[in-house]
């Protein structure tokens, strides 16, 4: 069993920051692509930001220049520092990943219980 555990979320006035942390434990050979997510109230669930594990990174047009995703491999971690947050960023924030449990063994996508953040103006 893999379980992925958000934290960070809250409530921050508009032009703060939050820094949200995931953290993956249990039987863990590797983990690939890390990725948060987002979905505020009446919406879908979008893409917000995406690492590899080379450290590759990718933002959606939204967050651009306001939030860096990182990972601490060593500590299968997950890192979203977001800074100028604004209004339109409220939503319940989830970790994504694709987990390989074991050698040779297909990826796993998993999913965190989610962190909300609520930004006021």
């Known amino acids: 069993q893999v379980q992925l555990v958000e934290s960070g979320g809250g409530l921050v006035q508009a032009g703060g920051s939050l820094r949200l942390s995931c953290a993956a434990s249990?039987?863990?050979?590797?983990?690939?692509?890390m990725r948060w997510y987002r979905q505020a109230p009446g919406k879908q669930r979008e893409l917000v930001a995406a690492i590899t594990s080379g450290g590759i990174t990718n933002y959606a047009d939204a967050v651009k220049g306001r939030f860096t995703i990182s990972r601490d491999n060593a500590k299968n971690t997950v890192y979203l520092q977001m800074n100028s947050l604004k209004p339109e960023d409220t939503a319940v924030y989830y970790c994504n990943a694709g987990v390989r449990l074991r050698f040779m063994t297909p990826l796993r996508d998993t999913w965190g219980q989610g962190t909300l953040v609520t930004v006021s103006s």
């Open positions: 249990g039987t863990i050979f590797s983990i690939e692509t």
